[in-house]
C-alpha cells in the first residue's frame, strides 16, 4: 500500500515547471510518466479512422494511467507520453539526436527550473510531427538535458489539432 502511495506521489512530484531564461514569452510544463520502474509504459494501442470529416487517432490508457504514442517527428519514430498540461512539445536529447537535431552542451542556452532544480532547455523547430495520419508542419518544441524518461507531446502540437476528447480510457485526437 505504502509503495502504491509513494508511486503516485513520485508521479505527481515528477511535475516540472520550466520557464525559459530571457524574455519570459513562454513557460512549458513538463510532466514524466513511467512505470514503477522507472520505464516508459508498452506502447499504447493506435487505431487510425479516416472519414469525411477528417483523420481521427483513437489511444487507449495505460496502466499508469497515462496515454502515449508513437509518432514520426520529422520521419524519424519517437515514443512520447501525451502531456496536456504541458505547454510544449519536449524531446529527450536521445530523441533529438535520432530525429536529426544536432546538439552540442552549448546549445542549450534555456533554463527552465523544476522541482529538482534548473534544467538546460534549447528551443527548436520540428519541420514535422505525426500521430497516424494527423501531420503538423513547423512545430514549436524544446530540447531538455534533464532526466526526462519519455519524450512530451505537449501544446504547441495538441493546440494545433482539431479536437482533443478523453472520454473513460480512450482519447481522441482528430483533424475536423
Do not use: C
Amino acid at each position: 500500500m505504502w509503495r502504491y502511495a509513494a508511486l503516485i506521489i513520485a508521479v505527481f512530484v515528477g511535475v516540472f515547471l520550466l520557464t525559459p531564461s530571457g524574455d519570459g514569452a513562454s513557460t512549458p510544463m513538463l510532466a514524466a510518466g513511467t512505470t514503477g520502474d522507472g520505464a516508459a509504459s508498452k506502447p499504447s494501442k493506435l487505431e487510425i479512422d479516416g472519414s469525411d470529416n477528417g483523420e481521427s487517432v483513437e489511444l487507449t490508457r495505460e496502466s499508469d494511467g497515462h496515454f502515449y504514442v508513437d509518432a514520426l517527428v520529422n520521419g524519424a519514430p519517437v515514443r512520447f507520453l501525451v502531456d496536456t498540461g504541458a505547454s510544449s512539445v519536449a524531446l529527450t536529447t536521445e530523441d533529438a539526436a535520432t530525429v536529426g537535431i544536432a546538439l552540442n552542451d552549448g546549445d542549450f542556452t534555456e533554463v527552465g527550473r523544476g522541482v529538482g532544480g534548473d534544467v538546460a532547455l534549447k528551443s527548436v523547430k520540428l519541420a514535422t510531427l505525426s500521430v497516424g495520419d494527423v501531420e503538423l508542419s513547423d512545430v514549436d518544441a524544446v530540447v531538455t538535458q534533464s532526466e526526462l524518461p519519455v519524450s512530451l507531446l505537449g501544446q504547441t502540437w495538441l493546440s494545433r489539432v482539431a479536437n482533443v476528447t478523453i472520454h473513460g480510457d480512450k482519447m481522441v485526437l482528430s483533424q475536423n
